[in-house]
């Protein structure tokens, strides 16, 4: 275990459209599990791990209709920054944005047409 106090670990979690199929959700499973290898800062990789997988279906109920839930590990608030990009920092990791511009159109939408289908939270160890 990494015991750097400036680790973030940044929570993603996915709720879709009613029509998105199980293999169209796996298919998003493994493409954000390989931002681990595709992401690059300076021509390396920079993501210290990213875990994720399946809802499976919590005795709890507290799910709240989520499908698919990923904590991605980042050693230092640089790295962070520069994979959260726009529009929050100037500098961003192209192969993040265009996965952010792949799921969009998965994700559950409420009113106005108002994304409710991905939930963020951050937290440094």
Partial sequence: MNNNKSQINHIVVFKYKPNVTI???AEILNKFLDLKNECKKDGKTYIN????????????????????????TFGNQS??????????????????DEFKEFVTP???????????GAMVFDFKI
Avoid: M, W
């Fill in 23 to 25: 293999n169209q959700q």
């Fill in 79 to 96: 790295d962070f920054e520069y994979y959260i990009g726009r529009p929050f920092y100037k500098s961003f990791d192209p192969k993040h």
């Fill in 49 to 72: 791990s990213i875990i994720g997988g399946n809802c499976s279906n919590s005795i709890e109920g507290l799910d709240q209709c989520f499908h698919q839930a990923f904590i991605v």
């Fill in 106 to 116: 998965y994700l559950a939408v409420g009113e106005n047409d108002k994304t409710i």
